[in-house]
């Protein structure tokens, strides 16, 4: 399987900004679908961004529009969630997910990824 692992959580004040590394064990082939996710306690994970290796294609929710950004260093084997204007509401665990597949427009932020990191915690104070 292959192997994701997150960085770059951390704690942070409301207003300011975190970059998210996802490192893969494999070259991150044309054919894959990249994703981030968040869960808060108690709450179902949530879809926030998504990028198609094939073509650059990018997707993003409605709460991280406009915040958040994703990008893939195809060189490093590493996805990338820069994360600004973080509110106290994106408190989360933060995940990376991959799939060897196209990203679907009317999916992307459904969690049917084959492969998953273990999480980056982040923390928004007020």
């Known amino acids: 399987q292959v192997q994701l692992v997150e960085s770059g959580g951390g704690s942070v004040q409301a207003g300011g900004s975190l970059r998210l590394s996802c490192a893969a064990s494999?070259?991150?082939?044309?054919?894959?679908?990249m994703g981030w996710f968040r869960q808060a306690p108690g709450k179902e994970r949530e879809g926030l961004a998504a990028?198609?290796?094939?073509?650059?294609?990018?997707y993003y929710s409605d709460s991280v529009k406009g915040r958040f950004t994703i990008s893939l260093d195809n060189a490093k084997n590493t996805l990338y969630l820069q994360m600004n204007s973080l509110k106290p509401e994106d408190t989360a665990m933060y995940y990376c997910?991959?799939?060897?597949?196209?990203?679907?427009?009317?999916?992307?932020?459904?969690?049917?990824?084959?492969?998953w990191g273990q999480g980056t915690q982040v923390t928004v104070s007020s």
């Open positions: 997910a991959s799939e060897r597949s196209p990203c679907s427009s009317f999916s992307w932020a459904r969690p049917w990824y084959a492969y």
């Open positions: 990028i198609y290796r094939g073509d650059g294609s990018t």
């Open positions: 494999d070259y991150i082939y044309s054919s894959y679908c």
